[in-house]
C-alpha cells in the first residue's frame, strides 16, 4: 500500500454544491464564499456556470461572480461551460479554465442533457478547439460512474471508454463522479482499475457523493488506488441531509480531516475552511452536513 | 489485499445508543426495537446495562426488557455489567453475555468510571470469576482507543496493553472503541496492528463513531486488516446528528450498505433493518442518523 503524499482537492461547493441548493444566493454571497475558500488555500475553485439561468437560476450571475473575486495566482478559477455558446460567455468572463459534463449511463445522459452519450461528446469538439485557440484549459466530468438511477449498474468498461474520449479530446484530467452515492469501497477501486488501463491514474479524479454514506470510504479506497485529486464540496452544500432527494456531496472538511489523519499534505488550512463552511451555512441558514465543521462547533 | 467473506455486527443501539440519548424510552418501545432487531437478521444484540438507574437514567427496566424480548436461538442478547452487582443482576435477569468496560487512556478512566484503568481491570477479575462458575461469555470493550478528550493522542501499545488484559482474564472477544471518533484510517490500521501483535486478530472487534465523518474509512481499513467484527447502533442511535457532542455511533444500516456492497455476508436483512430503525426514530421523533435509511425514504 503506497498512498499518495500530496493531494489536490477540486471544490466544487460554488457550483456543484450551491446549483443543486433550493434557494438561490446571492453574487455578493458567492464572492466572498469564493473569497474565504482561496483565503483557505484551496488550489482549484469551481466557482460557477455559464449555462442559461433559465434552466439552472443559482447559476445566475457566474460572470459577475467571476469579475468581483480577488483571485490568487496558481489558483484555478474554473467554471462549467456545457456548450459553445456558454464556453464563450465563460471566455468573455474572464475564465481560463472550463469544464465539460458526459455521463457514463445512456439513459441519464438524455434524461439530464437530452442527447447520447455519443452526441454529448460531439458538442464538445468544438469546445475543445476553442479552448486552445484561447489557451484555456478542460477539465472533464463523467457522471454516474457506480450506478444510474435508471440503468441501475454501470459498467467500468463504460466509465472507461467516456473517460478516454474526454482524455483523448484534450480533457487534461477525467473527474469519475459517483452522482447517486450507491458505489461501495470494492466497486470504487475496480472501477479505477478499469479506467486506468485507458487513462494514466494521475489524470483521474475521484467524485463521491455521501447519499448512501460511502463516501469517506470509497476515497480511501480511491487513495488505496493511487487516485490523488478528489471533487469535494464546502459545508457539504448540494447535499442538505434534511431534503428529500439530497445529492449529498462529500464535505471538504472531512476529507481534509482525513487527509490530515493520513499525513498527506493539501496546502489546506482546516481551521480558515470550517470558517468559510460556517459563513455559507449562516447565508443558507441551516446547519453544515459537515460532520468535522460540527463537531467542532459543538466542542 | 484480503477482504474478510463473513462480518459479524454488533448491534449496540438498545445499550449504547439509547444510552445516550437525552430522552429515557419505555421498556416497550425497548422490546420492540430488541424484537426487530432479532427479526432483521442481527446475531449479537446489546440489549441493555446492569447499572444504578441513578446514574443511567436511560437504562432502567434493562431486567424487564430481557424478560419480555422473543429470544431466537443462536442470537446473543448481551448486556453491560460494570461491577459485580450488576453482574449479579443481570444473571438474575437470565443473560448469559455479558460485557467489561475499560479505557485505554487513564485520564477518560479516572473521568468516566472513576477509577485508574489497572484497578477497573482488577474489578474484572470477580467479574470474570463469577461468569465463568455460571457460565457466562464475557466481551471486552476498551474505549479511547484512538484519541481521548483529556489526553489527546493514546498510544497504540497503550491500546494493546488494556487489550491484552482484557483478553488474558478471559474476555472471547475486545471491542476497540474509536469512543471520540477522531481516529482515522491509518491511525485505525496502525492500532489494529500493534494490538494483533498481543491479541489474535481474530478475537479482535471495532467500534467506530463518526462524529468526525471518518466511521466508514475506518471499518474499511478495518477490513483490510483482517477485522471482521464491528460494533454499530440501528439508525445512528446514540449520534444524534443535531445534538451537540454528539458521540457519533456509525449507523448499522450503513454498514451493512458498504458490506453488502463488497460482498460480505452479514446474515442481516437491510430492508427489515431500516424498518427496525425507522420504527425507533419515529419512538424519538427525530430523524434517523443512518445516510442508508434517509436516502431509501427519499426515493
Request: glycine share 20%; proline share 7%.
Given at each position: 500500500m503506497s498512498l499518495p503524499t500530496y493531494v489536490r482537492l477540486v471544490e466544487v461547493g460554488p457550483r456543484d454544491g450551491l446549483q443543486n441548493e433550493a434557494q438561490p444566493i446571492s453574487v455578493t454571497d458567492k464572492v466572498q464564499l469564493v473569497d474565504a475558500l482561496t483565503a483557505a488555500g484551496?488550489?482549484?475553485?469551481?466557482?460557477g456556470s455559464f449555462v442559461s439561468p433559465k434552466w439552472?437560476?443559482?447559476?445566475?450571475g457566474s460572470a459577475e461572480v467571476f469579475a468581483q473575486i480577488q483571485r490568487k495566482p496558481d489558483v484555478v478559477y474554473g467554471a462549467l461551460a456545457p456548450n459553445l455558446r456558454g464556453f464563450e460567455d465563460a471566455i468573455a468572463a474572464g475564465v481560463k479554465e472550463v469544464a465539460v459534463f458526459a455521463a457514463a449511463s445512456e439513459a441519464f445522459s438524455q434524461r439530464n442533457i437530452n442527447c447520447s452519450i455519443s452526441e454529448s461528446l460531439a458538442r464538445f469538439v468544438p469546445i475543445m478547439e476553442a479552448a486552445k485557440q484561447h489557451g484555456v484549459t478542460v477539465r472533464g466530468y463523467v457522471s454516474?460512474?457506480?450506478?444510474?438511477?435508471?440503468?441501475?449498474n454501470v459498467a467500468p468498461e463504460q466509465v472507461a471508454l467516456v473517460a478516454r474520449e474526454l482524455y483523448a479530446m484534450g480533457c487534461y484530467e477525467v473527474s469519475l463522479g459517483?452522482?447517486?452515492?450507491?458505489?461501495?469501497a470494492g466497486a470504487t477501486r475496480k472501477m479505477f482499475d478499469v479506467v486506468s488501463a485507458d487513462v494514466p491514474r494521475e489524470k483521474l479524479a475521484g467524485h463521491f457523493h455521501d447519499t448512501y454514506g460511502q463516501a469517506m470510504a470509497n476515497i480511501y479506497a480511491s487513495l488505496l488506488e493511487g487516485i490523488a485529486v478528489f471533487d469535494s464540496s464546502i459545508a457539504g452544500?448540494?447535499?442538505?441531509?434534511?431534503?428529500?432527494?439530497?445529492?449529498g456531496n462529500v464535505a471538504t472538511e472531512d476529507v481534509v480531516y482525513l487527509l490530515n489523519g493520513l499525513g498527506?499534505?493539501?496546502?489546506?488550512d482546516l481551521d480558515a475552511l470550517i470558517l468559510a463552511g460556517r459563513q455559507i451555512s449562516t447565508v443558507l441558514g441551516r446547519p453544515s452536513g459537515s460532520r468535522v465543521a460540527k463537531a467542532r462547533s459543538a466542542q
Open positions: 484551496l488550489g482549484y475553485i469551481e466557482v439552472v437560476p443559482q447559476m445566475a454516474c460512474v457506480l450506478g444510474c438511477p435508471y440503468e441501475g459517483d452522482t447517486i452515492g450507491t458505489g461501495t452544500l448540494g447535499g442538505c441531509p434534511y431534503a428529500k432527494g439530497a445529492s498527506i499534505e493539501t496546502g489546506i
